[in-house]
Nanobody, 122 residues
Framework: QVQLVESGGGLVEAGGSLRLSCAASGRFFSSYGMGWFRQAPGKERELVAAISWSGGRTYYSDSVKGRFTISRDNAKNTVYLQMISLKPEDTAVYYC???????????????WGQGTQVIVSS
């Protein structure tokens, strides 16, 4: 069982930056891949970034590539999403999630945080 708590969301102007954090409980955090999803009103949830258990491999959706960076600190049981050059279309609730096996866009994510709201004003 993994419990996840996101933080760091807020209101920012277009072009600004935010860093989201996801603190995980559980002894085996470093064994799991991690992902950041977002869901905007009226839109489907999408995976924006993922990272392997070691942090050595990452995935980004085309919509955020070059602007978002996912990283993890296994000693702190925390994964981060650094977001720069934010756009109004980045406005969404952001969730971190963990798959029970594997990592990346083609696996099922089994544990979810409660989400943190990001609002980017134009």
């Amino acid at each position: 069982q993994v419990q996840l708590v996101e933080s760091g969301g807020g209101l920012v102007e277009a072009g600004g930056s935010l860093r989201l954090s996801c603190a995980a409980s559980g002894r085996f955090f470093s064994s799991y891949g991690m992902g950041w999803f977002r869901q905007a009103p009226g839109k489907e949830r999408e995976l924006v970034a993922a990272i392997s258990w070691s942090g050595g491999r990452t995935y980004y959706s085309d919509s955020v590539k070059g602007r978002f960076t996912i990283s993890r600190d296994n000693a702190k049981n925390t994964v981060y999403l650094q977001m720069i050059s934010l756009k109004p279309e980045d406005t969404a609730v952001y969730y971190c999630a963990v798959p029970s096996t594997g990592w990346g866009p083609d696996v099922n994510y089994d544990w979810w945080g409660q989400g943190t709201q990001v609002i980017v004003s134009s």
